[in-house]
């Protein structure tokens, strides 16, 4: 049965308003993808996890989901785009997995969700899992969620205690990226944790403290340094080269 919304003052429509906030996903535990392609690639990917489809004209939705019709006017009041495609979900991420890959990525407090997003969708392509800190950004904001290209909807990132951490570090290879250290490893060690710090200040002392090893990117010119997003890229495609062979 389809549902119909022409109130922007709709219980539903005000809890999805909720969901830009990071204090509205947790509450509800609910996040938001939008757009045909995202919410198509939800669909094939995580139909478990979908839990509503919103859209200003009716499609064709798997059976068990529902579909809520709303006015383009309703639609733009949810919308965080520019240029609204009508038509978004409503997620439950605790129903997405948290995939086991080749290495994995640790994020240590990357505030942006445009970077959060970006290393996201990398660390898929060159088979890695993501391991962040609490302080780093919600990987469901919205920002992140769409920089994520669909990643974060076969590959859910734990969040993880510096405890936590400080335990795998016994049984990982922990290789922290930094501006005074070695070359990448070759081949890399099985189960190696590649970490990232923040924008601003890098690798926390008490993480760079689990370190096996630092890694440094050579670079010409007068270039000292690289967006977290453009480093993990590197660093996460010689581990996949080597692995592969490519």
């Not at 022409?6 to 906030?21: D, F, G, Q, T, V």
């Not at 990917?45 to 499609?59: G, H, N, Q, Y």
């Not at 340094?225 to 080269?241: D, E, H, K, P, Y």
Request: aromatic fraction near 6%; include cysteine; glycine fraction near 8%.
């Amino acid at each position: 049965m389809i549902m119909r919304i022409e109130s922007i003052y709709n219980p539903r429509i005000k809890m999805i308003r909720s969901l830009r906030s990071a204090k509205g996903r947790k509450k509800e535990k609910r996040f938001v993808v939008e757009g045909s392609k995202m919410v198509e690639e939800a669909l094939r990917d995580c139909p478990e996890a979908v839990e509503a489809v919103f859209t200003t004209e009716k499609v064709q939705i798997a059976a068990g989901i529902q579909q809520i019709l709303v006015t383009e006017s309703v639609f733009s009041h949810m919308s965080t785009q520019t240029a609204p495609q009508g038509v978004l979900a409503i997620l439950n991420p605790v129903r997405i997995p948290h995939t086991k890959r080749g290495h994995t990525l640790l994020l240590d407090g990357v505030a942006d969700p445009g970077n959060m997003g970006t290393l996201l969708r990398t660390a898929e392509a060159f088979d890695f899992s993501v391991w962040i800190t609490p302080d780093c950004a919600d990987p469901l904001n919205p920002k992140a969620v769409q920089a994520s290209m669909g990643a974060i909807l076969r590959h859910r990132p734990q969040v993880l205690s510096l405890q936590d951490l400080q335990d795998l570090a016994q049984t990982h290879f922990f290789a922290g990226a930094s501006l005074e250290g070695d070359w990448t490893p070759d081949p890399w060690p099985e189960q190696t944790v590649l970490v990232l710090g923040s924008e601003a200040h890098g690798i926390r002392k008490e993480v760079d403290a689990l370190l096996h090893t630092h890694l440094r990117i050579p670079m010409a010119g007068q270039t000292e340094s690289l967006n977290v997003g453009v480093a993990g890229g590197i660093l996460m495609f010689t581990a996949f080269q080597g692995k592969w062979g490519r």
